[in-house]
């Protein structure tokens, strides 16, 4: 038996590094599709970076994606490329909409084209239900996105649904909640958290400057999440799951946990900011994921509490070694 190949977008993202991980231990050929820029960062991928195989090509432009396609010639492709921080897609609205929104339907026409037997899962988010019509929200909860980035998951979420029915393709959509991991990026709350709070405990820090802490989130771990995304395509027929832990948390919680594990008052620190407060705020997200439990037998195993954890040790470790690999510079 041959050996199953993948293609996926944004694979050196938060999401793309964990997926790959987990489909090299499938046994699979992996490949990940990289955009040409100035600079390339392959930081999350480089402890697999001899075990997969990079291929050139943008969301942007629909020739280099059925290029790429011809050449990984996959069985899978999974689309985690987009503009995915919130907050800049207000800054970058136009942007946000040709990655996140036609940059889907230019990897579906590219499918259609190339070999339209692929099976494809698609990134939805969470961030669709925006002003959310209902608690829980599930796979039928109507969507109300409140932002440019909301929006544009929305258009990629139905166009996938568009495929699947127009073509008899093999499309899934996850909606995933928040999900994190000591890999998600500086920008986003969690990380700004427990790496903040790691500077603080070593001395290098003294404050804490954060938006809405009432903003609650229903976060997971990415690694839990990534594996989700594998059984949807395992399935003999094609379908949306949410993806969620089933519990919510605000953003004082999670600062909380954060400072609570280094000994240390969080008030003391914590300062807000209103250039942090989001233009339309999403208050409260929290997931039911129990379709995806019963029809691909998918639940989450990192809790809340110790993904925090997680995410601090590992900060702490990092900045300990920077520190580290400073003083032997100066010797």
Known sequence: MSQKKVLITGITGQDGSYLAEFLLSKGYEVFGLVRRTSILNFERIKHIQDRIKLISGDLLD??????????????E????????????????????????????????????AVNPKIKFYQASSS??????????????????????????????HWITINYRESYNMFCCSGILFNHESPKR????????VTNTVAKIKLGLANELRLGNLDAKRDWGFAGDYVRA??????????????????ATYSVKDLV???FDYVNLNWK??????????????????????????????????????????MMVDTDLEIIKNDIHLLNLNKK
Do not use: C, H
């Not at 599930?138 to 440019?148: D, G, H, L, N």
């Not at 990026?185 to 700004?192: A, I, N, S």
């Not at 208050?283 to 110790?306: C, H, T």
């Open 62 to 75: 629909q020739n280099s994606l059925m290029n790429a396609i011809k050449e990984s010639n996959p069985e």
């Open 77 to 112: 492709i999974y689309n985690l490329a987009a503009q995915s921080f919130v907050p800049a897609s207000w800054k970058q609205p136009v942007f946000t909409g040709e990655a996140t929104a036609l940059g889907v339907a230019r990897m579906l026409e590219a499918i259609r």
């Open 127 to 156: 961030e669709m239900f925006g002003k959310v019509r209902e608690v829980p929200q599930t796979e039928k909860t109507q969507f109300y996105p409140r932002s440019p980035y909301g929006v544009a998951k929305l258009y990629g």
């Open 185 to 192: 990026g500086l920008e986003f709350v969690t990380r700004k």
């Open 229 to 246: 995304m594998w059984l949807m395509l395992q399935q003999n027929e094609p379908d949306d799951y949410v993806i969620s832990t089933g």
């Open 256 to 258: 909380q946990i954060a």
């Open 268 to 309: 003391e620190y914590v300062l807000i900011d209103p250039k942090f407060i989001r233009p339309a705020e999403v208050k409260l997200l929290l997931g039911d994921s129990s379709k995806a439990l019963k029809k691909i037998g998918w639940k989450p195993e990192v809790s809340f509490e110790e993904l925090i954890k």
